[in-house]
């Protein structure tokens, strides 16, 4: 039984597993979707959030069984209360609700053990108070996303064009780069419009030109990526205009790429998910687009990238793409693995996802190809991450994720948590600005 395994595997010890084994997917509770963290194993099941200190508001745990039993959970190691809700059939089977830790050093024989009145497939764990909050009763639907289906899939993988090896051959026709008109004049900087051609595609944007005197072989450029932004609401250079000024004032030129389908640029050809490719696509053709200009008011040897969320998505998945980028600094990033970030979408979309791509160990196989993280191997730019662990848009354990696979990898990178900060880094954003500065200063202006 689970129980006993339990108490055996805890007597012999055991220790967490890191954030590089880990594996997540997304679970729909009645109307709310949350990415779970999967314990498909006996090891990871007897461990689970034991030894914790906290627990995202869009997070949770998700327990996976080889049959349908009276499984039974406990709070052994727990340091915060949990909802407990078993899932049988996609639908809620049983809930427990402030389910309490015991105090440290309190007996196995004495944990309360808290099992359902039916049996059930899945045990999922979540912040306490979530079934409440979110109207959550049993007999709710559950839809658990990635789930292993009999699925026909041709032998030619689908969404080949958003491999990361087929990505590095694509020749992305960054041209005709273009300074459109002043929109803007500050006492350290000029503000300007500016267009190029991604493809097919016109890409708008913001550019900030330092008035300091011109360094010999150009301004060192920042190419700042921004988040999601609903395109109804979008404007030219919104989601970075703060890093836009602060980066102008210390002597790079900034490019802020409105990407595809924003502001004045060319409507996203694309109607469906694409993992970021045409996003990161319009950002680095920039950099083809400024070869090509053959000006000398940038040092094209001298760039970096910044990203905040989504843009620090797009700036992860350039980071195993392009060689001419220096260093990169990354705000709250998505993440590194594809289907981590399917949380923020429809279940429409999910759906789409997984009618085309599968739901099986061949769709495994697809989205690890799409993935940058499988290819961190490859990154020779040395990156910066910053997080806030009060940030509830984004999970802190993807940049945690990140950090330990950079690492592993042998790579330079930099991690700093800022603790209560929310994802926009509102208290503590001219501390983590004046870190990225002096990174960018360090890789990027300095290099020689």
Same mark, same amino acid.
């Given at each position: 039984?689970?129980?006993?395994?339990?108490?055996?595997?805890?007597?012999?010890?055991?220790?967490?597993?890191?954030?590089?084994?880990?594996?997540?997917?997304?679970?729909?509770?009645?109307?709310?979707?949350?990415?779970?963290?999967?314990?498909?194993?006996?090891?990871?099941?007897?461990?689970?959030?034991?030894?914790?200190?906290?627990?995202?508001?869009?997070?949770?745990?998700?327990?996976?069984?080889?049959?349908?039993?009276?499984?039974?959970?406990?709070?052994?190691?727990?340091?915060?209360?949990?909802?407990?809700?078993?899932?049988?059939?996609?639908?809620?089977?049983?809930?427990?609700?402030?389910?309490?830790?015991?105090?440290?050093?309190?007996?196995?024989?004495?944990?309360?053990?808290?099992?359902?009145?039916?049996?059930?497939?899945?045990?999922? +764990?979540?912040?306490?108070?979530?079934?409440?909050?979110?109207?959550?009763?049993?007999?709710?639907?559950?839809?658990?996303? $990635?789930?292993?289906?009999?699925?026909?899939?041709?032998? +030619?993988?689908?969404?080949?064009?958003?491999?990361?090896?087929?990505?590095?051959?694509?020749?992305?026709?960054?041209?005709?780069?273009?300074?459109?008109?002043?929109?803007?004049?500050?006492?350290?900087?000029?503000?300007?419009?500016?267009?190029?051609?991604?493809?097919?595609?016109?890409?708008?944007?913001?550019?900030?030109?330092?008035?300091?005197?011109?360094?010999?072989?150009?301004?060192?450029?920042?190419?700042?990526?921004?988040?999601?932004?609903?395109?109804?609401?979008?404007?030219?250079?919104?989601?970075?205009?703060?890093?836009?000024?602060?980066?102008?004032?210390?002597?790079?030129?900034?490019?802020?790429?409105?990407?595809?389908?924003?502001?004045?640029?060319?409507?996203?050809?694309?109607?469906?998910?694409?993992?970021?490719?045409?996003?990161?696509?319009?950002?680095?053709?920039?950099?083809?687009?400024?070869?090509?200009?053959?000006?000398?008011?940038?040092?094209?040897?001298?760039?970096?990238?910044?990203?905040?969320?989504?843009?620090?998505?797009?700036?992860?998945?350039?980071?195993? $793409?392009?060689?001419?980028?220096?260093?990169?600094?990354?705000?709250?990033?998505?993440?590194?693995?594809? +289907?981590?970030?399917?949380?923020?979408?429809?279940?429409? +979309?999910?759906?789409?996802?997984?009618?085309?791509?599968?739901?099986?160990?061949?769709?495994?196989?697809?989205?690890?190809?799409?993935?940058?993280?499988?290819?961190?191997?490859?990154?020779?730019?040395?990156?910066?991450?910053?997080?806030?662990?009060?940030?509830?848009?984004?999970?802190?354990?993807?940049?945690?994720?990140?950090?330990?696979?950079?690492?592993?990898?042998?790579?330079?990178?930099?991690?700093?948590?800022?603790?209560?900060?929310?994802?926009?880094?509102?208290?503590?954003?001219?501390?983590?600005?004046?870190?990225?500065?002096?990174?960018?200063?360090?890789?990027?202006?300095?290099?020689?």
């Amino acid at each position: 039984m689970f129980l006993a395994a339990l108490v055996l595997v805890f007597a012999a010890g055991y220790e967490e597993p890191s954030f590089l084994q880990r594996d997540f997917t997304v679970v729909s509770v009645g109307e709310k979707r949350i990415i779970a963290e999967l314990a498909s194993s006996e090891r990871s099941r007897v461990f689970g959030l034991s030894g914790r200190e906290n627990l995202g508001a869009t997070e949770g745990m998700l327990f996976i069984f080889d049959k349908t039993d009276y499984h039974a959970i406990w709070m052994k190691g727990m340091k915060f209360p949990l909802d407990i809700i078993w899932i049988k059939n996609g639908r809620v089977a049983d809930i427990e609700e402030y389910a309490l830790s015991s105090p440290e050093g309190t007996a196995d024989i004495f944990l309360p053990i808290y099992r359902p009145d039916i049996p059930a497939e899945y045990v999922l +764990e979540v912040n306490a108070g979530f079934a409440e909050k979110y109207d959550i009763s049993i007999g709710d639907k559950v839809v658990v996303g $990635l789930s292993k289906k009999n699925v026909n899939i041709s032998s +030619e993988l689908p969404g080949a064009e958003f491999f990361i090896e087929n990505q590095r051959t694509k020749d992305l026709r960054g041209r005709d780069f273009q300074i459109e008109k002043i929109i803007g004049e500050e006492k350290e900087y000029t503000k300007y419009t500016i267009f190029y051609r991604t493809g097919d595609l016109k890409i708008s944007g913001v550019m900030n030109v330092p008035k300091a005197e011109k360094p010999k072989n150009g301004f060192p450029l920042l190419i700042l990526n921004h988040g999601l932004i609903p395109q109804n609401t979008y404007r030219s250079g919104r989601g970075s205009r703060r890093e836009q000024d602060y980066f102008a004032k210390s002597g790079y030129v900034t490019i802020h790429p409105d990407y595809r389908g924003h502001a004045s640029s060319t409507p996203n050809p694309y109607s469906h998910f694409d993992f970021f490719s045409g996003y990161t696509e319009d950002v680095l053709s920039v950099v083809q687009a400024l070869k090509r200009k053959d000006t000398d008011l940038i040092d094209l040897n001298r760039m970096g990238m910044w990203g905040h969320s989504m843009g620090g998505g797009v700036a992860v998945r350039a980071m195993v $793409l392009n060689l001419d980028i220096k260093a990169f600094v990354l705000f709250a990033p998505n993440s590194a693995r594809a +289907e981590e970030n399917f949380y923020e979408l429809s279940e429409e +979309e999910i759906a789409w996802l997984n009618q085309t791509y599968g739901a099986d160990e061949k769709a495994e196989e697809i989205y690890r190809n799409i993935s940058p993280i499988t290819y961190f191997q490859d990154v020779s730019s040395p990156v910066q991450i910053h997080h806030g662990t009060g940030d509830d848009a984004v999970p802190l354990w993807f940049s945690e994720k990140m950090y330990e696979a950079l690492t592993h990898f042998g790579k330079k990178v930099e991690f700093y948590s800022y603790p209560e900060e929310k994802h926009e880094f509102i208290d503590q954003w001219p501390f983590a600005a004046e870190r990225s500065l002096q990174f960018f200063d360090t890789y990027v202006k300095n290099v020689r």
